[in-house]
Each structure stands twice: as C-alpha cells, then as structure tokens.
C-alpha cells in the first residue's frame, strides 16, 4: 500500500483526496495546508493526519506526495519532495515563472524519483481515445487542430489576480492537449485576447476571451479558442482532421435525453464545470501514478511536459501584449 502526503487542502487537494483513498493501491496518510482548519477538515473525512509539510517530507514511511498548493509554491515543494525522496504528482502549471520552472527541471533532472504533472485531460476518456486513434494512424496524418475550452463562469477576480493569468491557468491545459495530440511542440503561436466577459478583469490585467493560432516546421495548424463565460456550462470539445479522416471530441451531457416535437429538436447541456466533467480523469490520472509507482511504468505526463506548456503559455502571453506572433524558440 502507497503511502500518499497531500500538501494543499484546497478545491483541487479534495478532488484528490476523493481519487487517492478510493484506490485500492493507495492510503491518504496526511494532508498538510498553512491554514490549519482547512487541512483538519479534509483529513478528518478520509481519517487522515493533519501534519506540516516539512514533516511529511522528513517522514521516511510517506512513499510519494501530491502537491495542490497555489502555483508559485510548485517548484520550490517539487524540488523539496524529490530531495527528501519522494515521488510526486504535482498540479498544473509547473510554476508562474518559465525560469523557475526550467530551473527547477534542471535541479530534479538527477533526482531518482518519478515526477509528474497534473494535466488531467490527457485522461479524460474521450481524450485517451482521440490520442489512441492518432497514433494508429486511423486518421492518417493529423494537420489541423481545433481546441474549445470554455468555462461555464469567471472565476473571482481575487483568484484572477493571483493565476498568471488566462494563458497560464487556464489556456494551459490546451496547450498540453496539443502537444499530446499532435506529438511536439508548435515553431510560432499568435495570441489575441479581450477582457469582454467581466471589465474587473482587465482591470486586473488580464483577459477573459482568447484566440491562439500555432503552426508547426512542416505547416500543420493548430487553433485554441477560450473564454471564461458560456452560459450553457462547460464547454470543451476538441477535433481534429487528419489527411484520412476526422476525428471529433464532444461535450458530456448532463443526461442523453433528446426531445422532437413540432417546435424542433432539444437536448440537456454539457456538464456545469471541471468537477462534474473531469472526475473520471482525476481517478485516472491517479491510476496512472499508482502504476508509476507500482509497476515502474513510464511518467506518463513528465515535468518536461509541463515546462513545455508553460513556454507555449509565456509565448502567447507576449504575442498578446506585442500584437505579433512569437517563436517558442525565442521564449527565454
Ligand atoms: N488540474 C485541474 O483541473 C486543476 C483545477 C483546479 C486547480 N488546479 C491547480 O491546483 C492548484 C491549487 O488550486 P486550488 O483551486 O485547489 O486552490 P485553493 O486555493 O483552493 O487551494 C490551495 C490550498 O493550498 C494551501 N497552501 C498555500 N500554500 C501552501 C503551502 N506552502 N503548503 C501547504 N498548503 C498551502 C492554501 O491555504 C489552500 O488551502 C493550482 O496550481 C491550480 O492551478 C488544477
């Protein structure tokens, strides 16, 4: 049995908690959060202990950690978790800083413990099946991606302010479903956004509507589009053509009722939220750490993955404010 320390006892760090003392393999032992109350009341529904980070990380019988801290403590508790010993899932993005993130990826890079990042969609299944059918060619050679993620409402402009920003909380997870679809790294990314949904969050600096272009060496094309406002819930489809075929990603529904009459054809809407859409891909992701850590299976979402993300996020986060398109390669 897995020995698991939560560091984080947030909205996240719950869904988790859910995921790690559900599985068979794995046992919630302590959870940890600077707000005392927070960690006492997610330990006490899964009969964990309510412990420091720095003792769970000096706790030789704590096997791996799951970091769902705010962004910029991500490095900093990766590189601490892998000095100490411990294997770790840590949340998206990898860091606010593309420095810090790539500098914390030199400093784990000798580290003997298995690191993975959070991009839970790569476990969605709709999305493992999309990739499947990519890599058995079943719709020849992917050229032209077409990502839609939008959420059902803003979040607080509080939470804006600390995020990064739209590019790198949100867009992020796009960004991710690119590479792992298309299998590398686009050459340029060309960013437009508005602050159209709510004006607190331009005044916070920050967009809450977004269009990114990415082209790839040999001209294929990826497209992302994100706002922070559908009112019909969470919208997140995906499709992509390939030269023999195409492939498309649909919404989940609240129920698969469909109703015809005189006046038309009608159906329940997608979802409300992540919560709702994603649980399955939580549970998933967490197996897929468990096989990690069990059957020494492949990091299926590596630290370099994540780092990878986070320059796309910067690229675009520059193309916005310049207004020009910008060449990953040139990302510092
Ligand atoms: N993959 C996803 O779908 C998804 C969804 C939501 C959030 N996230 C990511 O998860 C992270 C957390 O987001 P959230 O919405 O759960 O935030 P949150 O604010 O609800 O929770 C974060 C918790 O961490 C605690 N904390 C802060 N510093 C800490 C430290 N040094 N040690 C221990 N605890 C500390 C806070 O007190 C808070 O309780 C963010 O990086 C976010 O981007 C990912």
């Known amino acids: 049995m897995l020995r698991i320390g939560l560091l984080g006892a947030g909205r996240i760090a719950t869904v ?16 940890s959060d600077v707000f005392p109350e927070a960690a006492e009341t997610l330990a006490a529904s899964f009969g964990a202990e309510v412990r420091s980070s720095e003792d769970v990380l000096a706790d030789p019988s704590i096997d791996a950690v799951l970091i769902a801290t705010p962004t910029d403590t991500h490095s900093d508790l990766i ?60 719709i020849g050679k992917p050229e032209l991606l077409a990502i839609t993620s939008f959420d059902p409402a803003p979040p607080p402009v509080d939470y804006v302010k600390v995020s990064g920003g739209l590019f790198r909380d949100m867009m992020i997870h796009d ?14 990314i060309s960013a437009v956004g508005s602050a159209i949904v709510d004006p607190a ?7 809450d509507t977004a269009a990114v272009t990415m082209t790839y060496a040999d001209g294929r094309i990826a ?5 922070r406002r559908a009112v019909y819930g969470y919208d997140q489809r995906v499709e992509l053509l390939g030269s023999d075929g195409l492939l498309q990603a649909q919404n989940m529904l609240e129920n698969t009722l469909v109703k015809s009459t005189t006046t038309g054809v009608t159906g329940a809407k997608p979802t409300y939220f992540f919560l709702e859409r994603y649980m399955p891909a939580y549970e998933a992701e967490w197996n897929a750490f468990v096989q990690v850590m069990t059957e020494g299976a492949d990091v299926p979402v590596t630290l370099e993955d994540g780092v990878a993300a986070l320059a796309m996020a910067e690229a675009a986060t520059r193309s916005h404010q310049s207004g020009q398109p910008v060449a990953l390669s040139e990302v510092e």
Do not use: W
């Not at 993005?93 to 990826?105: F, I």
């Not at 476990?123 to 493992?128: G, I, K, Y």
């Not at 969050?201 to 967009?207: P, S």
């Not at 497209?223 to 706002?227: E, P, Q, Y």
């Open 175 to 188: 960004f991710d479903m690119a590479n792992y679809l298309m299998g590398e790294t686009p050459v340029t």
């Open 79 to 138: 590189e601490a978790a892998t000095q100490a010993g411990k294997a770790v899932l840590c949340e998206k993005p990898v860091d606010l800083s593309l420095q810090r993130a790539r500098s914390c990826l030199a400093a784990v890079k000798d580290a003997d413990q298995p690191v993975m990042i959070g991009f839970n969609r790569r476990f969605d299944p709709t999305f493992t099946a999309m990739k499947t059918a990519v890599a058995a060619g079943e």
């Open 201 to 207: 969050i331009g005044a916070a600096g920050d967009v």
């Open 223 to 227: 497209v992302i589009k994100n706002s």
């Open 16 to 31: 988790h908690a859910r995921a790690i003392s559900a599985h068979a393999k794995s046992q919630l032992c302590t959870v």
